[in-house]
């Protein structure tokens, strides 16, 4: 008979099997390290779902990750049920895998989708986890770096801050959009974990308190590009070049 009891047991069970595997799985982020600090100053495992009790990301627990060039999605109407449905499929898969690595990876998806007011850990903090360079498809990918293509990417929001019109809501919408980009469980050919964590990092600073003026919300981007180009080894860049580039000036 199935029951909460059950599925922690078989949840207990894959991680024990999980334990002594090899730390690198072939399609998400890899946790550097196992433990994390949340916002109490409290350390503790990455084993569950790092959000308030009765809070539930926005379209509930379901997730996506690409495995082996296939996207699939896992659903549950619990986060621990999520996890056991991934780890069930990737023993089948024959994949090795920690339960560290599936819990960072699903706190990474479920964290874009709540409010950092619920978030039991500092957004920043969890995407410094992910270890350098941990994903990979399994596949064959082209691989762009970043320094070649973000720059021209980020003209979307950079350009949006020349209109004579200005939403936050869009402002963050278009930085959404490539952050997604950067995402490598969703995108491996033009994603690239460091790079992600970094500007999802930056990123949830503006998420939690959206920049309402226009000109503030240029003087962030300004920041904002100038971390990420710093992050990539380009050149640095002044007030004025972004100015321009973007038709600010």
């Not at 399609?27 to 569950?48: D, Y």
């Not at 009765?54 to 996207?71: C, L, Q, S, T």
């Not at 994949?95 to 990474?108: E, G, H, Q, S, Y």
């Amino acid at each position: 008979m199935a029951c909460g009891a059950c599925s922690k047991r078989r949840l207990m069970q894959l991680a024990a099997a999980a334990a002594a595997e090899l730390p690198a799985t072939e399609f998400m982020f890899t946790a550097a390290r196992t433990s994390i600090t949340l916002k109490t100053g409290e350390t503790t495992q990455i084993n569950r779902a790092l959000i308030q009790p009765m809070k539930r990301p926005e379209g509930g627990w379901a997730v996506r990750f690409r495995i082996n060039g296939v996207d699939k999605h896992f659903d549950g109407k619990s986060p621990e049920l999520v996890a056991q449905g991934i780890a069930a499929y990737l023993q089948l898969q024959k994949k090795t895998f920690r339960m560290a690595d599936i819990w960072l990876n699903l706190n990474i998806q479920w964290y874009e989708r709540i409010s950092p007011n619920y978030q039991l850990a500092v957004d920043k903090a969890l995407t410094e986890l992910i270890a350098e360079e941990a994903v990979t498809d399994g596949s064959k990918r082209r691989s762009v770096d970043p320094s070649v293509w973000l720059m021209n990417a980020l003209s979307l929001p950079g350009i949006y801050l020349s209109g004579d019109s200005y939403q936050a809501s869009t402002f963050i919408s278009h930085l959404s959009t490539v952050l997604e980009l950067l995402n490598p469980n969703t995108n491996p050919q033009l994603g690239r974990a460091t790079t992600y964590a970094l500007y999802n990092a930056e990123f949830s600073q503006i998420r939690a308190n959206p920049v309402q003026v226009r000109a503030d919300a240029r003087l962030w981007f300004y920041g904002f590009v100038s971390a990420l180009r710093k992050s990539l080894s380009l050149p640095p860049v002044s007030w004025e070049n972004v100015g321009l580039t973007y038709h600010w000036l």
